[in-house]
């Protein structure tokens, strides 16, 4: 999995930092990162002498936006697939995958579609 962005841009920081580049200015000039997140990354450094870890709280979601894609395609191909039709399938391909089907409707529902009778 590649590296995301903002863990990026803090290594880019540091790597500066050690180098002896200790303007946020400068360094938001040399990366193109935004002034205001240089300034924030070099107070840190200058507290600490290191960028801690993002803390992300809350639950990791179950379906990825891959698997949500593939829900809406499912769909797409037959409108009246049931939730338990969807999970089986998703199941097919992706052996590891453990869900529910409040799950699965909670993303039909997001995804705009509706269970209503004729």
């Not at 990791?60 to 891959?66: A, V």
Request: aromatic fraction near 4%.
């Amino acid at each position: 999995m590649s590296e995301s962005p903002i863990l990026a841009n803090r290594q880019l920081v540091k790597e500066l930092w050690s180098r002896g580049i200790c303007n946020s200015a400068e360094i938001s000039h040399q990366t193109g990162i935004p002034k205001r997140s240089c300034e924030r990354y070099v107070a840190t450094l200058r507290r600490s002498g290191d960028i801690p870890e993002i803390h992300r709280p809350g639950r990791p979601q179950i379906l990825t936006p891959r698997k949500c894609r593939q829900v809406g395609l499912l769909l797409k191909g037959n409108h009246f697939c049931t939730a338990t039709e969807i999970k089986a399938r998703l199941q097919e391909t992706h052996q590891e995958l453990s869900i529910g089907e409040m799950t699965i409707r909670r993303e039909i529902f997001k995804l705009g579609y509706e269970a209503v009778l004729p």
